[in-house]
C-alpha cells in the first residue's frame, strides 16, 4: 500500500527594513562644513528585525537617484544670503539583490557664507573728517570699537576698528580697520574688493584709495600687489586688473593682499591690506566626464569635479534599449546646463526580483 504524507512548511525570506519615524530636520553649518549626519539621524526609526540596514546616503532629490556631494552643501550664490538645500536620506539595505535606496526623510540645510570683504564700504578720514565703515549687505552686523575712534578735529595718524557679524550665525566675527590721517605719511584703504566667487579667466578688479589723494605713487608710498602671499611681477599701481585660470576640474583659492608702504622718513612700518578671497571655478571640460556604458550594463555618468549631475530621463530600463538624457551643471554657473545623451542596447539583460516570502509543500512517499 502506498501512503502520501502531505508535510507542509512555511518560511518568511528576510525582508529589507521600513522607516518608521523618517527624518525632517533642519541644521545651519558655516561654509566649508559638513553637516553632522549622524545627529540629524539619530531621531529616525527603523523596523529591521532581519538586520538588513546599511548605512545612508544622502541624495539632491526625493526620487533618491542623485547623489549629493560635499560640493552640494558648499554656500552657492549671495555672499550676502545664506544658502537652503534640503537633502533626502536614504537607507541602503544589505540583502543581496536589493538595490534602490529606502526613502528616510529630509533635512533642510542652511549654509552661511564667508566673510566677503567687498561687501564693505570705507572712508578714511582726515584733519576733519571721521573715518566711516558701511555695508551693502543687510545681513552684515557692524559694531564700533569706540575707544579707537577720534574725536575732531583729528591731529594725529591711526585707525578706528569695527567688527563685522552676519546675523544668525557665528560663523565669522571679523575685524575691519579704516584709517585716518593729518599730517605725515599717507595711508590706504581698499576700494574695489576682490569678489567671492569667479569663474576661470573672468576679470577680477581690485584698487585702493590713498588719502591724502594728493600723495604721489613712488614718492610718498609704494604698493605691491600679492596672490596668496606672493608678489605678482610689474603689481605696483594703485590699481590691479587680473584673473585665473581653473585649468583641472578643482576650484583655486586666491587671497589677494596689498603691502602698502610710507616711503616718508620716519613713517609707518607697512601696511598689509586684505584684499578679499576668491574662489576661481572651472568652467566645463568633457574630458573630466566619465562615462560608462557596455552591453547589458545599464550606463552610468559620474565626474570627480564639482560637477551637478542631473538623474537621466527617462531612467535607462535592464533589459531594453533606449536613449537617456544627464544634465551636466555648474554650481556656481560658470558654464551652461550641458546635456549628454546615450544610447544604450540591453536587448538580453537579466532582471531579478526578490521574494520577500513564499509557502512549499514537500511529498514524502513512504513504503
Known amino acids: 500500500m502506498l501512503v502520501l504524507t502531505l508535510y507542509t512548511y512555511e518560511y518568511t525570506c528576510p525582508a529589507c527594513f521600513s522607516v518608521t519615524n523618517p527624518a525632517n530636520a533642519t541644521a545651519s553649518i558655516c561654509d566649508g562644513d559638513t553637516p553632522n549626519w549622524a545627529v540629524i539621524m539619530s531621531n529616525v526609526t527603523l523596523d529591521d528585525p532581519s538586520g538588513t540596514f546599511g548605512t545612508w546616503q544622502w541624495y539632491a532629490d526625493a526620487a533618491l537617484t542623485e547623489l549629493a556631494t560635499p560640493a552640494y552643501w558648499q554656500h552657492q550664490g549671495n555672499s550676502c544670503e545664506p544658502f537652503v538645500a534640503t537633502f533626502y536620506a536614504g537607507g541602503i539595505c544589505t540583502l543581496a539583490g536589493a538595490t534602490a535606496p529606502i526613502a528616510g526623510g529630509q533635512v533642510s540645510v542652511t549654509v552661511y557664507p564667508d566673510f566677503d570683504v567687498s ?47 552676519i546675523s544668525g550665525s557665528t560663523c565669522f566675527l571679523q575685524s575691519y ?46 604698493i605691491q600687489w600679492q596672490l596668496n602671499g606672493a608678489d605678482i611681477a610689474g603689481a605696483t599701481n594703485t590699481t590691479l586688473d587680473t584673473n585665473l585660470p581653473a585649468s583641472d576640474c578643482n576650484t583655486i583659492l586666491a587671497n589677494y593682499t596689498a603691502v602698502f608702504s610710507c616711503l616718508i622718513p620716519g613713517g609707518l612700518p607697512a601696511q598689509n591690506i586684505n584684499a578679499g578671497n576668491t574662489t576661481i571655478h572651472p568652467t566645463y571640460n568633457e574630458a573630466n566626464i566619465t562615462i560608462s556604458n557596455t552591453d547589458c550594463a545599464l550606463p552610468t555618468v559620474v565626474s570627480a569635479c564639482n560637477y551637478s549631475i542631473s538623474a537621466p530621463v527617462p531612467p535607462p530600463i535592464a533589459g531594453q534599449i533606449g536613449t537617456s538624457v544627464w544634465t551636466v551643471s555648474s554650481f556656481n554657473n560658470c558654464f551652461a546646463d550641458t546635456p549628454i545623451t546615450i544610447n544604450y542596447n540591453c536587448p538580453q539583460c537579466p532582471t531579478m526580483a526578490t521574494a520577500v516570502s513564499a509557502r512549499a509543500a514537500f511529498a514524502m512517499a513512504l513504503y
Not at 132 to 145: E, F, K
Open 177 to 222: 580697520a579704516v584709517p585716518y590721517v593729518c599730517g605725515g605719511c599717507p595711508v590706504a584703504v581698499l576700494g574695489n574688493a576682490a569678489p567671492a566667487l569667479a569663474c576661470s579667466g573672468e576679470a577680477i578688479s581690485l584698487s585702493l584709495n590713498i588719502v591724502p589723494n594728493t600723495a604721489v605713487n613712488g614718492v610718498d608710498y609704494s
Open 119 to 165: 561687501l564693505l564700504q570705507a572712508t578714511p578720514g582726515d584733519c576733519n573728517t571721521l573715518p566711516t565703515l558701511t555695508t551693502t549687505c543687510p545681513n552684515y552686523i557692524l559694531t564700533l570699537n569706540t575707544a579707537t575712534m577720534p574725536t575732531l578735529p583729528i591731529t594725529a595718524s591711526g585707525s578706528a576698528t569695527w567688527t563685522v557679524a
